[in-house]
Nanobody, 129 residues
């Protein structure tokens, strides 16, 4: 079993920055794709960003492109989401997830929620006006 724990969420003002962390523990796999998703109240969970095992391939939702950066430190089994220029529309619970079947992002594979096998509990991000 792989456990994923998100941290770094909080309450900030529009224009501020936050860095989320996703730490994996337990029975991890040799390599895998990791994604970030978010869900606001009353809305469906949506894709935010994904990163390949090597970090050589990334994918971002249009709504966060240019503002968010996904990265990873495999020695620490941790994936990060740096969020800059935050907007009230970014308010949501943010989840990290692992796709253990893939080491590389192929086309839209990083955006497909059914591809992910393990999910964290989520961390709340609230952006005020």
């Amino acid at each position: 079993q792989v456990q994923l724990v998100e941290s770094g969420g909080g309450l900030v003002q529009a224009g501020d920055s936050l860095r989320l962390s996703c730490a994996a523990s337990g029975r991890t796999f040799p390599s895998y794709v990791t994604g970030w998703f978010r869900q606001a109240p009353g809305k469906e969970r949506e894709f935010v960003a994904a990163i390949s095992w090597s970090g050589g391939s990334t994918d971002y939702a249009d709504s966060v492109k240019g503002r968010f950066t996904i990265s990873r430190d495999n020695a620490k089994n941790t994936v990060y989401l740096q969020m800059n220029s935050l907007k009230p529309e970014d308010t949501a619970v943010y989840y990290c997830a692992v796709d253990r079947a893939r080491t590389w992002i192929s086309g839209t594979s990083g955006r497909v929620q059914d591809n992910y096998d393990y999910w964290g509990q989520g961390t709340q991000v609230t952006v005020s006006s």
